[in-house]
Structure formats: C-alpha cells, structure tokens
C-alpha cells in the first residue's frame, strides 16, 4: 500500500460518513502533488480537502500553513486543529496572538504569509501546503491584492489548497493558478448540502394574514406571487404605507417563523441600528421564543464572555438590555457590537439557544453559524454613497447560511416585498445563483519596494504580469480584437455603400442637418430639450422606425441634453434636441432590471423584450415629418450634388450607419489600450513616485524604501514619509497613539466627521505636518496618474489619547458618537500600526515610544477581545499585520 493511500485510510477511516464525490476528486488531485481549486456552496465539506491536506503534510513531516483573510475565522480554526492534533503541534499568527508558530501545523491571516514571504522568513523551510481559505476575497477592493501576492511568490515547491465560494469562472481562476505555479485542478460543486427553498413574504392590509409564498413553481417565477405584487406600482419614489400592500414588519416575521418551525433564522438588515431597533420592538412587542432552561443557560454564557470586563464598562456597553433580548432568543450581531457580546451571541446561536439574530451582511462571512431560515430584508444596501442592489454574489453568500447539514432537510431563504423592487426581479436574482471572480491587484508603494529588494527589474515586471488582473485582462483583449476586426469590416462596407458619384454624402447630411436646425430655430429646440429632460428610465419613446426604451439621460453645458435608448433590436442609440423637429413625450413606461447594467447583453435581452411588451399610447411627438407635410429644403442642400442621386436615402443610412461604427471602432480601441497599459507599467509609475522620493535609487533600495518595504498599511508611503521626518519623534506614548490613529480611522458615513481634538500645540503641528505631506503625496500621484492615498483622518486623536493614557471607557466615549464595537476595532489597528513603528521606527526612543502606546492601549475591553477560541465577527476584525515576522 502506497504512503499516500495510507494517509487516506486513516483519514476517512475517522470521518464516520462517505466522502462526496467533489471531495473524492480534491483528494486525488492531492495525491497527484497538484494544486487545487474546490468551489463549493457554504457547509458542502470544502474545509475536509484542506484537512486531508494538513493530514498529509503530517505524515510527511513537513508544514502546512492555513490561511483565512479574518482573525474570527483563524482563531476558530485554530481550535478546531488543536482538538484534533492537540496544542502542541498548532500555531496561531494574528495582529493579537502568536502562539507556536514553529508548529509544523500553523493558522493565521493571509497577510501574514505574505510578510513572510516578502521578508524570506525561515519559518517557510519545511513547508509543503498553503490553505487560502475564502480565496475569493482577492477581489475585495482594499484586501484582495494579498492573496494574488500569496499565490505569485509562495515557494514553487508549495502546493496550494484554495477554497473559495462558487464562481461562474472557477475554471478560469484555476487555469491562471496552474499557469502561474503549475498543475492545478479545478474541483467545482454546485449542488447545495441542504435543499433551498426561495419564499417571498408580503404584507396585505386586505387579508387576515402575510401570504408567504413560493419564488418558484416548477422552476418557473410563482405567477401567483406576480399577480399579487402587480396590484402595486413600484416606483423609486414610492413610500411605505401606500395601498395594500405593505413590507411585513420585523416582530411579525420573528413571531410568523416561530409558529412555522422555521427557527432558529438569521434575519438580514443592512443597517447597525436597524438591527438594534428590530431586537427592541421583538422585547417590546413581548416576544420570548425561550424555555426557562434556556434563558439560564443563555445567562451563564453571557457572562462568562464579559467575565473581564467591568461593572463600568457593560454599563457604558448598556449590558442590561443586551441581556434582555439574548434570553429572550433574540440578538444583535454588527461591527458596532463589542467582541464579548457577539462572541455570547454566535455561542448561544450555535446552540439552538438564541431563535432569531438580526445581523448585518458581515455575518455572511467568517464565522460559522448556519440557520434553518434566512430572512433579507431589503435586496438593496446603503454603500455609504448611495442606495445599491445585492448583486447575485451577495445574495447566494447571503443565502448560504440558510439549511444546516444534517439537522435540515430544507433550508429557507425568505425575502420581504418591497415598494421598490418588483416580484420579476427578486426571482430573477434568486434564480442567478453564482457570479464571477474579479481581481482588484494592482501595485502598492510596499510591494514595489519588495519587489525591487528581491528580483531583478525583468523578474519583478514579470511577476507583475503574473497577476490574475492581467491574465483576465489578455483575455479580454483578444476578444477585444475579435470585435474591433468585425466592426472595422461593417464600416469599410459601409463607408463603401456610403460612397456617391456625383457627390460627398457626408457633406450633404452637414448641410441638411444645419438647415433643419434653422428651421426649428431656438425656441423650438429648448422646448424639444425641456422635453428630453423629463424623460425618465424606463419610459417608451417613438422614433421614426418604432419605440425605444430610455435607458439614461445626461445634461450637458449650455441646456443640452442627451437620451440613451435600445430599440427592439437591441441598437443603442444616443439621440439628443436636433435629433427631433418637435417636442417628444414618453407614450409608455416599464421598471428597467435589476441589477442597472445596460452594457450587458443579458440586461439589453430583457430591456428589448419588455419594450415589445410595452402598453403604449397613441402620440408622443417628436419626428414631425412624419406626422406633417415634408419642409422646403434650403437652397444649398437642393443644389448639392448629391441631392440629385436616385440612391441618395440609401447613402444617408450607409453614412449615419458608418458615422456610428466609426466612433464604437473608437471606443473598443480605447478599450484595447486601457487593456495593455499592463500592471507592469503602472509598477513603473509608482517607481517614478518613489524614485522622485527618494525611496528607491535606480534598481536598490535607500534607507527609507528599506522602512517602507516593511510597512504593511494602505498608507505605507505616507507613514513611512512621518516616520523619515521624525513626526512622531519627541513625543509621549500618548501623543504617539494620537497621532498614529490619523492613518488608521476614517470617519464613518457621509458628512463631516468629528471635531479634532488635540493634547498640546506641539501634537496640532505634527498633525498639520501630516496634513501637508498628504496634500503633497496626493498631487504626486494625481500627476503620475495613480490613485491617490487616502488622506488622514485626525477624528480619533482624542479617543486614542485618553486609552492609552489610561482613562476608563465611559470617560473615553460616553460623550463621543461612537459605538463599542467600533471603538475596539479602531483601537486594534492603532495597535497594529503602532508595533509596526515599533519594529521600523530609525529613533530608539520613538520607537519605544510606540511600543509602550501600543501595549497601553491593549488592555480593558480590547484585550478583553482577543481571546483565542472565541471568535470575532468578520467585520469588527479584519486581518491585523503582525508586528514581527519569525
């Protein structure tokens, strides 16, 4: 029996239930001494290939590392592997916790494998797996980087083991892998571990109960459920309350579940305090879905999670109510929640304790908590910019939760009716069930600094075009190039049918199209313009040749305005004041898709076919000359040459038909060069920056770009440049963390943040000095064409002062429009960053300066957050960079 068949006995020999046949396929790739990608729905059993893979490189004597892009998802996993090969021979690495990183088996955050990577830790030696857990984080626009940085420069001899979410591109992302590190295999499954049923709830003012109702009949949109919401109108201004219908409300959602048996469910607003208040009105409303046995339970947990903290402290944190509602079954789960308290209500969840938990969309990430019901809300979020609808990505990550393995037969997904999205599209995006992976790389000051400590300039470019960024993007240009060959051919034919012997055709429509602007004169084509403005998505037009479907309008300098339509045969047309002789009207309107995407072939087939449907009404003005006797023409278009041609109205098409593919030939050249600007250049972009600098000194690092390299902060080159001109030098621990906390806070939400504060004149100076660098940065880079760092916020100076001076919580932020949660979450990136200008700092002083603030803010109810084995929730802590790597 070979080595590698032993190792798989005795692996499912401890399983106690037959492997599927995706993990069946995982192993073998393994046993093959392939990479492998396994994309698979929430709780399908992805994490056993990882598993199999720890077990392997046991048995070898060599390391595995396991990756998670969350401090919650390492400390759980980190447990997990110590109940299974005991403390001995597992580590953790996270911003708050080293424990054994010698382990031949070691959990941690993907920015730490980076780190050491880039600093040749000693610690890779030996090392034989490399788990990326939740790799479909690499299109996360702030993180994603990290993990294509991680899967390019991981040791070639490392195999990796990725698990990620199901992707409509899996294959493509497995193909890019095997070309960057070699043999890859691509596990994909689709199936769902529990079956899912989509249901719709609506509030009907004119029947005794809610109607919850099946999304679909035979795989096809309920037509009972689109009838009853076609009795409303949906419109974006419409207003709650209005008609019969209505969105149900949460305590009768909470208290219709219970009476269902569809408990326990997670229960998604997109919204802190909406969650809060929802966990108000169920106490208030007097529901309680929990025995006596339970609720003492429930109380025994609470408090052995807040054990560390103060009577203070959960007075400031309002303990009391919190308490209320988890022994009621009922709970809160957000980033504004202090880790104890979360920590108390994914314990009590994950025991069938706590009923209902009303969360935001970060509880779809991270931690394990599957529910038999998921409840959305609303299939729209605040960005923090504007209103947006979940994608079909969002809502399958959402919806995973529902169903748990082994307990459920069927898992529900229930979204409510809404005055602002119609039935037609809930099921449209229910029935989407994956979406595709995207790359946000792109090259940073920090990794072009290692880049150029560790390669030669032709390796370090090459790498860069290693990126799955510009893989996609080669990709796309050969379609690109596909595409401009065919419209460069329908232009030569149509320039050629364009082409008049007795005269320019492109010079007679110039004249016409001058002379029937005469006509109109001013006054008539403001009106025509005024017309044009009232016009609105979705509304039907009458052209010439037939309807059109508005799809947007844009206002230009000087009253102009411009309408973008599809026709039924899908033409985008671009028509504006001189395009009519007469003020035009919508005779029709219809609700565009959802998701707004009208580059999209998929949204333009539906657009066309529900402008065929349409219900139109006679009139709408606009093409007069249809409607009345044709005008004289002017005496210089009646003199034109052309104007004699019996073919002239065929040359007109082929000119204005030529006219549009020349400016999409434009367009899709544009598009080709935007594609091979390679990530390469750009790297040299940011090497012009750091050069005029002084960061680099042709291919080699200076002093500086050695500090910078080991900055990993998404101001890296801003606070290295602090740390260079000595800001922070001079300074108490106190003042330090103040200071810090402008790279790592960013205000919350729209609006002004709070007033700053500052502990001295000498503190106010150093800020402005900061201020001025920022300033000065952002002009560089606005010049090189990168994007620019985003500047420093001084709205947690005082919060940060007062901690790490010592100061209790409630004196901290009682008065300060901030929550536990965040005020945490704020205080462990300080702390990150500090224990990097600790490491990094060229003054001994400033450096001790910066260690001491950082050790003083680690106390309280932040260190009280950091207990390994009790997790955190995905978005109160994301991955921290550690301070040293071994």
Not at 324 to 330: K, Q
Not at 351 to 363: H, I
Not at 812 to 831: C, P
Request: glycine share 8%; aromatic share 8%.
């Amino acid at each position: 029996m070979s080595g590698d068949q032993r190792v798989r006995d005795e692996f499912t020999a401890g399983l106690g239930f037959e492997l599927d046949g995706f993990q069946i396929e995982a192993f073998d790739a393994l046993d093959a001494s392939r990479s492998v990608l396994v994309a698979a729905p929430t709780g399908s059993g992805k994490t056993l290939v990882a598993e199999y893979a720890i077990a392997k490189a046991m048995a070898e004597g060599r390391k595995s590392f396991y990756t998670t892009p969350l401090k919650a998802l390492s400390n759980q996993k980190f447990g997990d592997l110590v109940r299974r090969y005991g403390p001995d021979d597992v580590g953790l690495l996270t911003g708050d916790n080293a424990i054994n990183g010698d382990a031949p088996i070691v959990v941690m955050t993907t920015e730490v494998l980076r780190n050491m990577i880039y600093a040749r830790s000693g610690a890779l030696m030996g090392l034989r797996y490399v788990v990326l857990d939740e790799v479909h984080y690499l299109q996360n626009p702030y993180r994603g980087a990290v993990w294509e940085e991680v899967i390019i420069h991981t040791p070639p001899e490392v195999d990796l083991v990725c698990l990620s979410a199901t992707v409509s591109n899996a294959e493509e992302f497995a193909d890019w892998i095997e070309t960057v590190r070699g043999a890859t295999a691509a596990v994909i499954e689709e199936r769902r571990p529990v079956e899912l049923q989509n249901l719709y709830l609506v509030g009907d003012r004119s029947a005794e109960a809610m109607h919850l109702l099946s999304t679909f009949v035979d795989g096809l949109p309920n037509a009972e459920a689109a009838a009853l919401d076609s009795k409303e109108v949906h419109q974006p201004w419409a207003r709650r309350g209005r008609g019969k219908l209505f969105t149900p409300r949460r305590a009768d959602v909470a208290e219709l579940l219970w009476d269902q048996a569809m408990l326990p469910a997670i229960y998604f607003i997109f919204s802190r305090a909406g969650c809060d208040e929802a966990v108000e009105r169920c106490v208030a409303a007097g529901l309680r879905l929990t025995t006596p046995e339970e609720r003492t339970q429930i109380r025994a947990i609470a408090e052995a999670k807040v054990d560390s903290l103060s009577d203070d402290d959960l007075r400031v944190l309002n303990y009391g109510a919190w308490l209320t509602g988890l022994e009621a079954g009922i709970a809160a789960h957000h980033a504004g929640m202090v880790p104890p308290f979360k920590e108390a209500v994914e314990a009590c969840f994950a025991q069938a304790l706590v009923k209902v938990v009303f969360a935001t969309e970060t509880l779809s990430l991270g931690i394990n908590m599957p529910a038999r019901s998921v409840v959305i809300e609303k299939l729209t979020k605040f960005t923090g910019e504007r209103h947006e609808p979940l994608t079909p990505g969002e809502y399958t990550q959402l919806t995973g939760r529902a169903g748990r393995r082994g307990i459920d037969e069927v898992g529900y997904a229930i979204v409510l009716w809404s005055p602002f999205v119609p039935f037609d599209q809930v099921a449209g995006l229910a029935s989407t069930r994956t979406y595709a992976l995207s790359s946000s790389f792109r090259p940073t000051y920090n990794m072009a600094a290692n880049l150029v400590r560790r390669y030669p300039a032709d390796v370090a470019h090459h790498l860069l075009n290693l990126s799955f960024a510009q893989y996609r993007a080669d990709a796309d240009v050969v379609r690109l190039e596909a595409e401009l060959e065919r419209k460069k051919t329908l232009l030569a034919r149509a320039d050629a049918e364009a082409q008049c012997d007795l005269g320019d055709v492109a010079e007679y429509r110039s004249l016409l199209q001058q002379s029937r602007q005469r006509d109109a004169g001013p006054s008539t084509l403001v009106q025509i313009a005024e017309s044009l403005d009232r016009l609105r998505p979705g509304d039907v037009v009458m052209l010439p040749k037939g309807r059109a479907a508005v799809l947007a309008k844009s206002n230009r300098r000087g009253g102009d305005v411009r309408v973008r339509v599809l026709t039924p045969d899908r033409r985008m047309l671009l028509v504006g004041p001189t395009t009519f002789d007469q003020p035009i009207r919508a005779v029709g309107h219809f609700d565009l898709p959802m998701p707004y995407a009208p580059n999209t072939k998929s949204f333009q087939r539906i657009v066309a076919s529900q402008l065929v449907r349409a219900k139109v009404s006679d009139g709408g003005g606009g093409y007069g000359p249809s409607r009345r006797p044709r005008k004289e023409l002017a005496p210089e278009v009646e003199a034109h040459p052309a104007a004699r041609c019996p073919d002239l109205r065929k040359h007109i098409r082929a000119s204005e038909k030529a006219g549009r593919l020349r400016g999409e030939v434009t367009l899709v050249e544009r598009s080709i060069r935007s594609r091979t600007e390679s990530l390469a250049r750009q790297f040299d972009r940011v090497l012009r920056v750091l050069d005029a600098w002084d960061y680099v000194d042709g291919w080699g690092l200076t002093d500086a770009g050695e500090v910078l390299a080991r900055l990993y902060h998404e101001a890296d080159l801003l606070v290295a440049e602090a740390v260079r001109l000595g800001v922070f030098d001079g300074l108490d621990p106190a003042a330090v963390a103040g200071l810090a906390s402008t790279f790592t806070y960013e205000t919350r939400g729209p609006g002004p943040g709070p007033t700053a504060w500052f502990p001295s004149d000498r503190v106010r100076l150093r800020w402005h000095r900061i201020e001025a660098l920022a300033a000065e940065l952002n002009a560089a880079e606005e010049e090189a064409g990168l994007p620019l760092t985003r500047p420093p916020d001084p709205g947690f100076i005082a919060l940060a002062y007062g901690w790490a001076a010592g100061e209790d919580l409630d004196e901290v932020i009682a008065d300060e429009d901030m929550s536990g949660g965040d005020f945490v979450r704020n205080v462990k990136q300080l702390i990150d960053l500090l224990r990097q200008l600790g490491d990094v700092a060229p003054s001994k002083d400033t450096a001790a300066a910066a260690r001491t603030a950082a050790d003083r803010l680690f106390r309280g109810v932040v260190s009280a957050s950091s207990v390994v084995g009790t997790p955190d929730s995905a978005a109160a802590e994301p991955a921290a960079t550690p301070t040293a790597v071994p």
